[in-house]
């Protein structure tokens, strides 16, 4: 069974832009969950989606946003990027049938310039 | 690869030697908690993970353990191998949703 997916693997971007990532979750996984891995923050809990449905959200500003699509893969967006939006972003799906363990995909590296 | 490391402590080991990951955590409420290894290039991968109405839980050469008196959760990985060299996180989780640790480096000698 293929893991989870995300495109593209690296991203440049200047600030002012806005940004669209893409996540695959393993095959019958219905849960998309999204963090942010900084060095000096470490991982951030950004959403959860479910079923299209944002179900849980972290401390991140309204310029983050995401969504889910009915194939369950998902997408995050980010507008009006800032220097500091630089990171890896990693999506994780999860199993309906074990709704504890989080399989993370490579991430995307984003730069903001 | 990934510089996920640059401000993490670090644990270093011989090869061979039995390595122990300590990680405190700071929501009681939390009824999971889960290991995660993160190579550089690559996501976290799932080691190990536990409940919170246990104690101790084996894997395949790891082991984990959780004290919710001081709510510490602690990771050994025997007979420690260079693929093991790493960074680790804990991770607490409640209602679908996970904080993750700071994260340590494991560094193994050869």
């Known amino acids: 069974k293929a893991g989870v997916t995300q495109t593209p693997r690296y991203l440049i971007k200047t600030r002012g832009q806005q940004v669209t990532l893409s996540c695959s979750p393993i095959s019958g996984h219905r849960s998309v969950s999204w963090y942010q891995q900084t060095p000096g923050q470490g991982l951030q809990f950004l959403f959860e989606y479910f079923s299209e449905t944002q179900r849980n959200k972290g401390n991140f500003p309204g310029r983050f946003s995401g969504r889910q699509f009915s194939n369950s893969r998902s997408e995050m967006n980010v507008s009006t990027l800032e220097l500091g939006d630089s990171a890896l972003y990693l999506c994780a799906s999860t199993s309906t049938l074990d709704t504890d363990t989080q399989y993370f995909g490579p991430g995307t590296r984003l730069t903001v310039l | 690869g990934e510089s996920v490391g640059l401000h993490l402590p670090t644990l270093s080991v011989q090869e061979g030697d039995n390595s122990i990951i300590n990680c405190a955590y700071s929501?009681?409420?939390?009824?999971?908690f889960i290991w995660y290894k993160q190579e550089s290039g690559k996501g976290p991968q799932f080691i190990i993970d536990i409940r919170s109405n246990m104690d101790k839980r084996q894997g395949q050469r790891v082991t984990v353990l959780l004290n919710k008196t001081v709510k510490h959760l602690s990771l050994q990985i025997a007979a420690t191998q260079p693929g093991d060299s790493a960074v680790y996180f804990c991770a607490e989780g409640a209602n679908s949703k996970l904080t993750f640790g700071k994260g340590i480096t494991l560094s193994v000698r050869p």
């Open positions: 929501n009681s409420a939390s009824d999971y």
